[in-house]
């Protein structure tokens, strides 16, 4: 089972008022382990950096000013995305952002339906308690000392973490390698010739009864006479 878990970073809130991504980044999960596959891109907003977005991610428009814009990189990013699954923290924003990047040069908008959304698993398993990905990083005991500022693609690291946690931690993979190890040894033992041997006895020896009822009268209202 392949999963691709994704991350974005903008120049604000809204693509349709005029706000563009800056950041994009994926990283591959097989039966819900990082496989250490990742794809990573910055790309050039054509436009200037607001403040409070530098303050987040700390993406300047100079140093953006030499990336590709997103229709340089996006047959890269579909080709590593696929047809998987896709695994986003607050969904709505991201694919909000990258449905219109795609639309603005032809492509097709990617449904929501093959999206799992970290941030409604979060608040369904905890509800009323926070559920960014700083929280759950905390609550899971995550180490995410080194994340000073957002970035797409430690954000998606950090991601994969949170989302394996919040599907009961890493015991699917060691019920599937259980699973594997126990088919095989099945196989194994299957194809393997085995020796029958007869039952052993297990009647006492008429010393052994003796003895025990030596040892039961000296006891004082003893269960083996009632």
Known sequence: MRE???????????????????????????????????????????????PDAFAIHGLSAEFLSDKPEFAGVVADF???????????????????????ELNAIGGKSLPYTRVVDTLAMARRKFPGAQA??????KRFAIDSAHRTKHGALLDAELLAQVYIEL??????????????????????????????????PHAP??????????????????IWLK
Not at 181 to 194: D, E, H, L, T, V
Not at 205 to 222: G, K, R, S
């Open 4 to 50: 691709i878990v994704v991350d974005t970073e903008t120049t604000g809130l809204d693509p349709v008022a005029g706000h563009r991504l800056v950041e994009l980044a994926c990283v591959e999960l097989m039966n819900h382990l990082p496989t250490g596959r990742s794809f990573q891109a910055y790309l050039n907003p054509k436009r200037d950096m607001p």
């Open 78 to 100: 579909l080709g590593f995305i696929g047809d998987d699954p896709l695994v986003i923290h607050n969904a709505e924003f991201d694919l909000k952002f990258l449905n219109w």
């Open 132 to 137: 960014s990905l700083d929280a759950l990083c």
């Open 167 to 200: 599907i009961g931690g890493r015991q699917a993979g060691f019920e599937l390698a259980a699973t594997t190890m126990i088919a095989a040894r099945q196989a194994q033992g299957s194809a393997a010739q085995r020796e029958v041997r007869p039952p052993r």
């Open 205 to 222: 020896a008429p010393d052994e009864l003796a003895a025990h009822q030596a040892f039961v009268a000296t006891l004082t209202d003893p």
